[in-house]
């Protein structure tokens, strides 16, 4: 007979096929292809206006107006100041040809900082000419923002120093440079930049907590989880049966070979060490703020590091793939460059079924969304990783005061306000 729960079936199969990630439609294909030619499109355009500064914009309107105008009503004086500004313009333009020789070199002290430490650099200019140089500028461009270094005048073999410090407010990659020198004219409609050197990558860190004194891999077993599976070498014994050829003699009970009369050999369930993932969600939908996001971050920073020194097979992603983790400070690179899914790409349900499929020898899963993921789609997302692997979620919602517990199915729910609160929120979850 159907037991009572067997009607729920099909629902509960609905919900999951609506919450999974799906194909893209032509529709987005569509809109995903516009937007990309409109990128490129629209950085060819600031390649041009790029060199036109804002006393720049308003000669050439000016110039446009005088030239509308003196053709409109035909006056003379009126052509005279537009011929006039429009050779002016012209002869600034010719300012922008032209290279100015510095061998420059940028040396970033750390290339890998954390969000709120300051990043220090050097920037070295040669005159490795046989002539001096006149006093110029140099552009370092960080991130979306540039900084701006006068030069003084150089003789031949001469070297100049600067010294920058770049603050740090938000996690993320900083592109620092390419550095380059300007050139302008000196009446300031146009300026130029040209690169002298490759851009280097500052890498800012998201705020991480120490986990001491917690043992995420552990879970009370010395090698790794029990499996179904019987093995002939192992560590925990599961039980006895008649010798056969190939066992390893090794294994032989000689005081149940004398009881019984034949050989007698140990039989072992098969472990699996600790293999350790860490799912986050990149979902936007189930984040209601974005210091939530950067908490959930913060916190998958976090465990995955102490997963790491607790030398634990680490592998680590979200809906856009797979987290470089060989180290600490390349898993953090990897979450340093996070940036929010695509929403047909899924949620927490979709990644759990990726994670599923790509580490099904997984030991121990940490699950990490936001307060916008219902109970329900947390218990699908257990439901869909491997039996037998213990299963913990870590929900970020910055309106609770202190860490909570609570069980949804098989698995472990912690929901946290602060980065702060989640090692006493672990700690319930072991003890």
Not at 166 to 184: D, K, N, W
Not at 344 to 354: E, P
């Amino acid at each position: 007979m159907p037991t009572p729960s067997e009607p729920e079936a099909p629902a509960e199969d609905e919900r999951e096929r609506l919450v999974s990630a799906a194909p893209p439609t032509r529709a987005e294909q569509w809109r995903e292809r516009t937007e990309t030619a409109l990128g490129i499109a629209w950085r060819g355009i600031r390649r041009v206006t790029d060199v036109i500064r804002p006393l720049g914009w308003i000669v050439l309107a000016l110039i446009a107006l005088l030239w509308i105008v003196a053709l409109t009503l035909g006056w003379k004086e009126v052509m005279v100041a537009a011929a006039v500004a429009s050779a002016i313009a012209a002869l600034s333009i010719a300012f922008l040809f032209g290279r100015t020789t510095y061998d420059i070199q940028l040396d970033l002290t750390r290339s890998h900082v954390v969000v709120g430490e300051r990043a220090v650099g050097a920037l070295t200019l040669h005159n490795a000419s046989t002539r001096a140089m006149l006093p110029s500028s140099v552009v370092l461009p960080v991130g979306s923002g540039r900084g701006i270094f006068q030069v003084p005048r150089l003789a031949a073999d001469e070297t100049h120093e600067e010294l920058f410090a770049i603050p740090t407010t938000a996690r993320g990659v900083l592109t620092v440079g390419p550095v380059s020198v300007l050139r302008g004219d000196p009446l300031g409609l146009f300026e130029r930049t040209h690169d002298r050197r490759q851009a280097a990558l500052l890498y800012v860190h998201p705020r991480t907590l120490s986990l001491d004194g917690l043992s995420l891999g552990h879970l009370r077993d010395l090698e790794g989880l029990p499996s179904q599976q019987l093995a002939r070498d192992d560590v925990s014994f599961h039980a006895l049966r008649e010798y056969q050829p190939g066992d390893d003699l090794r294994h032989v009970h000689w005081k149940s070979t004398a009881r019984v009369g034949s050989v007698m050999v140990r039989q072992y369930e098969e472990t699996r060490r600790s293999h350790f993932i860490v799912g986050l969600s990149t979902d936007a939908a189930e984040y209601r703020t974005d210091d939530e996001f950067e908490l959930a971050i913060s916190a998958a920073g976090s465990i995955g590091l102490r997963a790491i020194r607790d030398s634990r097979v680490l592998e680590a992603r979200t809906q856009h793939g797979a987290l470089r983790a060989p180290t600490g400070r390349r898993f953090l690179d990897g979450l340093s460059a996070l940036e929010h899914s695509r929403p047909r790409q899924g949620g927490i349900v979709a990644l759990a079924g990726s994670l599923a499929a790509h580490a099904p020898q997984a030991a121990v899963a940490v699950l990490i969304t936001g307060a916008n993921a219902d109970a329900a789609d947390l218990r699908i997302a257990c439901a869909r990783l491997p039996y037998g692997v213990r299963v913990l979620a870590v929900v970020t919602d910055s309106s609770v005061d202190s860490p909570g517990l609570r069980r949804i199915g098989d698995a472990d729910v912690v929901t946290i306000g602060a980065l702060d609160q989640l090692p006493s929120a672990v700690r319930k979850v072991l003890s």
